[in-house]
């Protein structure tokens, strides 16, 4: 039997009743089938696909078409999940205008049911507003900011000293009251957050954020698919990495010793199918 369809509603009430909200990244339709199959109940189709399928040194170099391509993938594999699609780096900033087109096309062309946007300053508030009088939902997205790591010192946690965590505080609020239905926590110290959740109504997911009402980890990291360190917030739950290299060697060490293809990976055929073969070939 399908498991019923995850909604907004269903997210709120989860948070209302203190049932934790699951959450993980897929790229494609594989990773997409393996998160509805495992039942959880979001799926980021994160813009972290830039680095970690497209081999990209960043997540800003990820381009709207791209995107599109992973979620459209995603959302064919997913039946139950609620899907958020993370707009990229430069399809927002430039006007309201443009952030709703950006937004409009992750629903229209790929299917999501909502879109995450980063940063709580006054230029995100004005898109997470406009997006959502357009009718679609938001996904906020505080603490460490990725696309925009250089401005915050790079790719490190929040809310360390007074200012950031004063800063971080505003952002949360003011992403929630700007008509965000969800909010993502990136990267904060939990005592700072646990001072923050009682005055947030919408359910947040935290990564590397300690407990919250749910939680968000990148597939591939959870998986030890990723090449090299991860995130200390990184539990790993599986080593695929490594017995993806296996694999493959065995099977390069089979082809170069003849010892693949055998005969059992082989089609048969008639008697008469050969000849007939051999004598084309004779008459050409």
Do not use: N
Not at 19 to 32: G, S
Not at 105 to 126: I, P, T
Not at 131 to 138: D, S
Not at 142 to 161: K, S
């Amino acid at each position: 039997m399908m498991r019923p369809q995850i909604t907004l509603r269903r997210l709120a009430e989860m948070k209302e009743a203190g049932e934790p909200i699951v959450m993980v990244t897929a790229y494609d339709y594989p990773t997409a089938r393996a998160a509805e199959q495992a039942e959880v109940d979001m799926v980021l189709v994160g813009d972290s696909g830039a680095q970690v399928v497209l081999g990209h040194d960043s997540t800003v170099r990820v381009t709207v078409d791209e995107m599109l391509v992973l979620a459209a993938a995603v959302r064919r594999g997913i039946r139950s999940a609620f899907v958020v699609c993370d707009v990229p780096f430069g399809s927002t900033e430039v006007s309201d205008e443009q952030a709703v087109a950006t937004a409009m096309r992750f629903v229209k062309e790929a299917g999501a049911d909502a879109v995450k946007l980063e940063g709580g300053g006054a230029m995100r508030l004005s898109r997470i507003r406009a997006i959502v009088a357009a009718g679609i939902p938001v996904v906020g997205h505080v603490g460490l900011t990725p696309q925009t790591a250089t401005a915050l010192g790079g790719l490190r946690a929040q809310g360390r000293t007074a200012d950031s965590a004063a800063r971080f505080a505003r952002e949360a609020l003011a992403v929630q009251e700007a008509g965000a239905s969800l909010l993502v926590i990136e990267a904060v110290p939990s005592d700072v957050v646990e001072v923050v959740l009682p005055s947030v109504s919408i359910p947040v997911i935290g990564i590397g954020a300690g407990p919250a009402d749910g939680q968000v980890l990148v597939m591939h990291d959870l998986l030890g698919i990723t090449e090299g360190r991860t995130a200390s917030f990184v539990k790993h739950y599986a080593a695929i990495g490594p017995d993806m290299v296996a694999g493959v060697a065995a099977y390069a060490q089979d082809v170069r010793a003849r010892a693949f293809p055998a005969a059992e990976h082989a089609y048969s055929a008639t008697d008469e199918a050969v000849a007939a073969a051999r004598a084309a070939l004779e008459d050409a």
